[in-house]
């Protein structure tokens, strides 16, 4: 269907001559006075949408999924109040041997990383900085994700993932740190085990080491980026969370397409997960 597009010859708020084709599309004129407001409401609008196909993908699974949504005996409406219900993107690509080049580009971006490494840990200025960006991470790699996250970013499979293409977030500064950390390891025993962590097959067009049950690297082996991303539909769930509460998480992950799965993670963190039957 192509949809017809309508230029506007006034600003709607102030009522100005429009001259550019971009502002007659927009409606409004380039002032800040118009456009900043414009573009809040615009922003606001699409939040609506979105919030409302993802109500409606809601509505779709409670029927499709009923018992994932209400505890035996109980109805929905109590059932609801047991649990929280988050929406997630998601990703049913298929998993595959990596191609030749993608495993050449991997392994290319790995040695430029270790090379440059080396040459940060002779650099005591370079060193202080590194203490500084990394100094955090040994506890924060060893705790596990919170309830909705393990259960969101399950159900999802890991659609941020794609962007870890064929360098995984792994860098230069990254490798100088582990290099730091075990004063036994070298550039050729770290580019090696990393060698040796890539998966058979991995997830189509996603990173190198996006495996069949998600990330195949341990949170120590990957990036800060890796294990502090959250994605803006994960970060609702994040400050809905409360330790120690007794709620199930109910995760719904979905495509351009329609729902792809729903996955359900009570306070002990017992997952049931299920596909839908497709858009
Ligand atoms: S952070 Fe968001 S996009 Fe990434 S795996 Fe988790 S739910 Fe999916
Ligand atoms: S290294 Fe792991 S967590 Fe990071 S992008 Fe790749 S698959 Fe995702
Ligand atoms: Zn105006």
Redesign the pocket.
């Known amino acids: 269907m192509v949809r017809k597009v309508e230029l506007k010859s006034r600003c709607s708020r102030c009522g100005g001559h429009l001259e550019s084709v971009l502002d007659q599309l927009e409606g409004v004129c380039s002032q800040l006075s118009c456009r900043g407001p414009h573009l809040v409401e615009k922003r606001r609008q699409a939040e609506r949408e979105k919030r409302e196909a993802w109500a409606a993908t809601i509505e779709e699974l409670k029927k499709a999924f009923p018992e994932l949504l209400t505890d035996q005996g109980r109805d929905e409406v109590a059932s609801e109040q047991q649990a929280h219900v988050s929406l997630v993107p998601g990703t049913d690509s298929p998993l595959v041997p990596l191609p030749p080049d993608r495993h050449e580009q991997f392994l290319a971006h790995l040695d430029v990383i270790c090379r440059e490494a080396v040459r940060l840990c002779d650099d005591p200025k370079k060193v202080n900085s590194l203490m500084t960006e990394y100094g955090h991470r040994g506890s924060a790699t060893k705790d596990s994700p919170i309830l909705p996250v393990l259960n969101g970013c399950s159900t999802c499979r ?1 659609y941020c ?1 794609r ?2 293409g064929d360098h ?2 792994l860098d230069a500064s990254f490798v100088a740190w582990q290099l730091l950390c075990d004063p036994c390891s070298t550039a050729e025993s770290v580019r090696n085990a990393y060698i040796h962590r890539l998966p058979d097959v991995s997830v189509e067009g996603s ?1 190198v ?2 495996g069949s049950q998600g ?1 195949v ?1 341990s949170r120590a082996e ?1 990036n800060n980026v ?1 294990n502090n991303f959250h994605c803006f539909e994960l970060q609702d769930a994040i400050e809905q969370h409360s330790e120690g509460e007794s709620r199930a998480w109910i995760a719904v992950a979905r495509s351009d397409t329609g729902a792809l799965r729903v996955g359900k993670m009570d306070s002990s963190g017992n997952q049931t997960r299920r596909e839908t039957s497709g858009p």
Do not use: P
């Open positions: 890991g993932c962007n870890g995984a977030f990173c080491f996006h990330c690297l990957r890796c």
